[in-house]
Nanobody, 128 residues
């Protein structure tokens, strides 16, 4: 399985970005796995951002991004998106997408250990 994240860049505080994660090499499509986004800022631990359920596209968000970030997917393109709005400096990080096996307990999806494949990441820098 390969995951390719893209869409990062430099954005001003209050701005928006949309990240994409294209999955390839899956035995089934992304509608058979859960995909999550994590971020890691310099000197900080990796942090859960959002996940989308394989079963029904239900989203799960970290409290810090609720109401500002939206996760969605295009099953036909094996792509998951993370729309980020109202970005602040705390959003500066490398954003990684990852896949969790079908059947992963919903409550475990905030933990990076629940995910088995990871992409390289895309840098997001929020700065004026």
């Amino acid at each position: 399985v390969q995951l390719q994240a893209s869409g990062g860049g430099l954005v001003q505080p209050g701005g928006s970005l949309r990240l994409s994660c294209v999955a390839s090499g899956l035995a089934s499509g992304i509608n058979a796995i859960t995909v999550g986004w994590f971020r890691q800022a310099p000197g900080r631990e990796r942090e859960f951002v959002a996940a989308i359920s394989w079963r029904n596209s239900n989203p799960l968000y970290a409290n810090s991004v609720k109401g500002r970030f939206t996760i969605s997917r295009d099953v036909g393109k094996n792509t998951v998106f993370l729309q980020m709005t109202s970005l602040s400096a705390e959003g500066t990080a490398v954003y990684h997408c990852a896949t969790a096996p079908r059947g992963t307990i919903w409550g475990r999806l905030t933990a990076s250990a629940a995910y088995n494949y990871w992409g390289q990441g895309t840098q997001v820098t929020v700065s004026s």
